[in-house]
């Protein structure tokens, strides 16, 4: 039966590539088949090699947000708040034009800022809520992006374990608001990917593979100075774009032994992490790092130093408690033997995934 519209938005959304892309490239995909949603709207930033609007049976993606400014600290606000503007009024046209509607928005810096920068869109959604049909999801799927409060939200959904405990004792969103759905993935896809030879003949024999945002938060630069110290001096190709200044310091002055690919279609991430000897992820804000789920399935191990309660027995991840260069150096050169349990991959197949976010959205509408 189809019962409600659904909107969602995200400034991430292919052609962009990277983690969030995926994401809601998946859940975008698979939403719009379900019988639940009549309609699906994607409200995303502008890309120059797509048009405004972009229609796919019954989804439509909307390039309307404006990207986010670089040009200096002055300018930043002002283009948060134009985007937080632009924003509230395509939902305001968006709730007062479809009858049972739910938004389901993705928690990042860039909507729902920091401190106060949040103001006019929760005042805006409580509004809407009060005047409409219309319910909003907060989609909470990074460690950093958790908020203080979400009074404007009828449902925060968290992508781990761990995101919802931090939410549960950091945070003032009352608990029956929050709910643990995991991140998506296509096992399938994952493992079918399409294998590139021209990348293969330029990757080494063997090295260790980052994926992800080049960043301090994010890690590279850490595993590049850990590598760096090694007597054996592994090599580590690094995949994905500069996004804050140690990164493009990083990727500018790379030492002998690292290798940058820059930004890569997705069955190219594919490649490398399976042609890894290890995935090392030193990260301190991932809430459940789409690229160790994806080395999961490929069979790469992976090394975190960030807590996901969920992989604590996995047999393939090894989670570290510091990010220390010593203790990054000594668990990237030893061996793993101690005997743990497998993962329950399944959980994460893009279908069941799928099944309860609809659950979700019908419960916030009955």
């Known amino acids: 039966m189809n019962d409600y519209d659904l909107a969602i938005v995200t400034p991430k959304y292919p052609p962009d590539t990277g983690g969030a892309a ?12 379900s019988e639940a949603v009549r309609s699906l709207s994607v ?33 930043r606000p002002f283009s948060f708040l134009l985007k937080q503007l632009i924003l509230l009024m395509a939902l305001t046209w968006y709730c007062f034009t479809y009858q049972e509607t739910v938004v389901q928005i993705h928690s990042t810096v860039t909507f729902v800022g920091r401190l106060g920068y949040n103001l006019p869109l929760d005042w805006g959604f409580r509004v809407l809520r009060a005047v409409t049909r219309c319910r909003f999801v907060l989609d909470v799927r990074d460690m950093s992006t958790i908020p203080p409060s979400a009074p404007g939200f009828a449902a925060v959904i968290c992508g781990s374990r761990g ?18 759905i995991p991140v998506p993935v296509d096992i399938d896809g994952i493992r079918t990917y399409d294998r590139n030879e021209r990348l293969a003949s330029s990757l080494p024999e063997r090295y260790l593979a980052f994926v992800g945002d080049i960043s301090a938060a994010k890690g590279a630069p850490l595993l590049v100075e850990a590598i760096s110290g090694m007597d054996s001096n592994p090599p580590v190709v690094i995949l994905g774009n500069p996004v804050d200044k140690a990164g493009r310091q990083l990727v500018r002055s790379l030492p002998e032994g690292a290798v940058h690919l820059g930004s890569r279609p997705h069955d ?19 809430g459940f790092p789409r690229v160790v789920l994806e080395a999961i399935v490929l069979g790469t191990p992976a090394l975190l130093t960030v807590d996901v309660p969920e992989l604590s027995e996995a047999d393939i991840v090894r989670i570290l408690d510091t990010r220390s260069l010593s203790t990054l150096r000594r668990a990237i050169g030893e061996e793993w033997s101690e005997p743990r349990g497998t993962y329950w991959i399944e959980r994460h197949d893009v279908g069941r995934v799928c099944a309860d976010t609809v659950t979700l959205h019908r419960s916030l509408l009955s």
């Open 268 to 286: 190219d991430a594919l490649q490398v992490i399976d042609g890894a000897e290890m995935l090392v992820l030193p990260s301190v804000s991932e």
């Open 22 to 33: 995926t994401y809601y490239r998946l859940l975008s995909a698979e939403l719009k088949e």
């Open 43 to 75: 409200l995303t930033t502008v890309h120059p090699s797509r048009p405004f609007r972009e229609t796919n049976g019954n989804r439509t993606v909307y390039r309307i947000l404006p990207r986010t400014s670089s040009r200096g600290t002055l300018l």
């Open 163 to 180: 995101i919802h405990e931090r939410c549960r004792r950091k945070s003032n969103i009352a608990l029956n608001r929050l709910v643990e």
